[in-house]
């Protein structure tokens, strides 16, 4: 049974990985079961082309892969698309894989530099269950595990994120602040924002 959360989690899915690498959408919402199993019913792209499994794509955009394997799960409580109760356990991606494939869906190849992808790179890391480091190491972690999302990240941490007034600190800060943070008012709060983005840049580095 999929839930709206599912649906909603998918069509995030499609957006974060989505930097015009896969065609189409997918239609349908994975599901994982407690032994880490994918139980979906038949999956298709908005084109009509057939897919057993989310692993359809895995191959296209690098990094997806690992965001499937390294997960912890969820358990989500809400009302389906007709109105009933549902209970569901789902795999989320941890975050170091996030953080490749952010980067990526920021300054990749393919990237489209949006102001939610630079903030959504900050986020993932300072707002980490398990705390900033946990979520740093995470990531070096992936580099060692040779995610093939890894060296478009580093290359956009270097090309966007080497100095306060690069595009990605500037970037996160626009999103945060509604776009406002030119304005004197919010001078403080944009100067807090866009040293930590390089900070972190230098940590994903190091």
């Keep these: 049974m999929f839930t ?14 989505g930097t015009g690498a896969i065609s189409g959408s997918l239609n349908a919402a994975p599901v994982f ?4 199993n994918m139980t979906t019913g038949p999956l298709s792209d908005t084109n009509g ?13 690098p990094g997806i892969d690992r965001a499937l394997e390294v997960n912890r799960h969820v358990r989500i409580t809400g009302r389906t698309l007709v109105g009933a109760d ?3 356990v789902i795999a989320v991606a941890e975050v170091g894989p996030m953080i490749a494939l952010k980067l990526n869906a920021f300054g990749g190849p393919a990237g ?19 705390g900033s480091e946990a979520a740093i190491q995470a990531f070096h972690t992936e580099r060692k595990a040779g995610n093939r999302a890894v060296p478009h990240a580093i290359s956009a941490l270097e090309r966007y994120f080497g100095n306060e007034d690069a ?14 943070h030119m304005e004197r008012e919010f001078e403080e709060e944009s100067i807090r924002i866009r040293p930590q983005c390089v900070t972190l840049a230098q940590e994903l580095l190091a």
């Design 49 to 61: 082309n057939a897919a057993n499994r989310l692993r359809w794509d895995v191959g296209t955009l």
């Design 112 to 130: 489209r530099k949006t102001l939610k992808d630079a903030h959504d790179i900050l986020y993932l890391t300072t707002e980490y269950i398990g």
């Design 4 to 17: 709206a959360a599912m649906s909603h989690a998918l069509t995030h899915l499609n957006q974060y990985a």
């Design 33 to 36: 079961d407690l032994d880490s």
């Design 167 to 180: 595009e990605g600190p500037m970037d996160c800060a626009a999103f945060r602040l509604n776009n406002r």
């Design 86 to 88: 549902s209970t569901q």
